[in-house]
Structures are given as C-alpha cells and as structure tokens.
C-alpha cells in the first residue's frame, strides 16, 4: 500500500524553512514574496527556524527600535518554537560550510548549517542570496530563495 505525499510530508515534519536575517527583515518590513512562502510552508505543516545569530544582526537592544522584529517574532512563535540556537555539531557544520565557500561571515555559515540540518529538504529566506548559495552549493537538499 502505497502512502500518499500528505502522509509522508506529515511523517517527515513538512518542508523547512530558514530564516536568515534578510529574509526576518523582509517579513519586518511585510514582504508579499516572504508572506506567500511562510504561508506555503505552514500549509504544508512545516516548520520556520530563525538561528538565534540572526538576532544580532536584526536587533538593536532598544525595545522601541526592535518591536516590529519582536512581533513579527512573536507570531511566528505562536506557530511554533523557531528561534534556534546552534548547537556543537551545527557550528561544526557551519565551519565546514564557511572553509569550503572561503567565507568570513560566520553568521551566515550558522544560517547554511541550520538549513542542511538532518539532510532534509530545506529552503533559506534571504534579500542576499549570493553568498548563502555559495556556502550551500554543495547541499542540494537545500534551496535558496530572494525575498
């Protein structure tokens, strides 16, 4: 007995998705092309992941100043749990990553490892796609999208 693509899409989570800090700023910033693929994405029951190391670049520390990314945090939250902090075996990863796309931006390597992730399909919101398909060109499980 065959299963169908919905049981399977349930069974392995549903697609993921990888906010980087262009593609939180772009949701800030209310984005129809970063609205139509979170839509997608929790549609097909999946799940959104913000590293935490993309909070330094998207805040300031001021309330006032951060309370639209706050918000926009803050409903994603309600969705689910998609704040992420890298742990030992992701900043391996994204050192990996980062060696072998002879970058300096560590914050992106961490955004790259979180999308490769456990090898499934996955795809990185980002306003500067160059450098993250560049750390990800090795990693075809993962698609990198301009917001």
Same mark, same amino acid.
């Given at each position: ?27 800030v ?18 799940s ?13 520390? =001021?309330? /006032?100043? +951060? %309370?639209? #990314? ?8 309600? !969705? @689910?749990? &998609? $704040? ?19 970058? =300096?931006? /560590?914050? +992106? %390597?961490? #955004? ?8 499934? !399909? @996955?795809? &990185? $919101? ?18 990198v999208?301009?917001?």
């Amino acid at each position: 007995m065959r299963r169908s693509s919905k049981r399977k899409r349930q069974r392995d989570g549903g697609p993921r998705c990888v906010l980087d800090s262009g593609g939180l700023t772009a949701l800030v910033g209310g984005s129809q092309r970063a609205r139509v693929w979170l839509r997608w994405v929790i549609e097909h029951d999946g799940s959104v992941c913000v590293p935490t190391p993309v909070l330094v670049e998207s805040t300031t520390g =001021d309330p /006032g100043r +951060d %309370a639209e #990314v706050n918000r926009v945090l803050g409903v994603l939250q309600r !969705a @689910a749990s &998609v $704040l992420q902090a890298p742990d030992e075996s992701t900043a391996r990863r994204a050192g990996r990553l980062r060696f072998a796309a002879r970058s =300096d931006d /560590g914050i +992106d %390597a961490l #955004v790259a490892s979180a999308a490769v992730g456990d090898g499934s !399909a @996955a795809v &990185v $919101l980002t306003s500067d796609p160059d450098d993250m398909k560049v750390l990800l060109q090795r990693e075809p499980h993962v698609r990198v999208r301009t917001v």
